[in-house]
Every structure is written in structure tokens, then in C-alpha cells.
């Protein structure tokens, strides 16, 4: 069985970047508050490509800079 890699997200600092607060982006891409925030936190168990998309959007930048690199494995 393959194993997925945890995925962490740049979003917090994007967020603040942007002047956005967690209520706003929510609303921008559609999502509860709450889900912004389990996101920032790592809490999420599941990101769907097109909130990661929509995300993305919001933001004015690319999925690829939402995502953070993580080490490499061994």
C-alpha cells in the first residue's frame, strides 16, 4: 500500500500577506472559517485540488507557492 505525503501549506503567511483574515478568505473561496483555519493548522486530513485552486486564486498566487517543499525523504 502506497503512503501519501503530508502536504503543508504556506497559507497563514499568504493570508497575512494578502490582508486577508481567515473569515474573508472563507468567504472568497466558499468555505467555513473553521476549514481555513484546520488548514493553517495541519488539522485538515483532506485538501481538494479545487480549494487548493480556488485558494490559489484568492491569494493572487500559484498552488505550487501555497505548498510548502518538505524535506526530502530517505
Do not use: C, F, W, Y
Not at 472563507?26 to 486530513?45: F, H, M, P, W, Y
Amino acid at each position: 500500500m502506497a503512503h501519501m505525503s503530508p502536504v503543508t501549506l504556506n497559507l497563514r503567511a499568504l493570508r497575512e500577506a494578502a490582508g486577508l483574515t481567515q473569515a474573508q478568505l472563507a468567504e472568497a473561496v466558499n468555505v467555513r472559517q473553521a476549514t481555513i483555519s484546520d488548514l493553517e493548522t495541519g488539522k485538515a486530513k483532506t485538501l481538494r485540488l479545487s480549494l487548493l485552486d480556488a485558494l490559489a486564486k484568492a491569494l493572487g498566487v500559484s498552488a505550487r507557492e501555497l505548498i510548502e517543499e518538505s524535506a526530502p525523504r530517505r
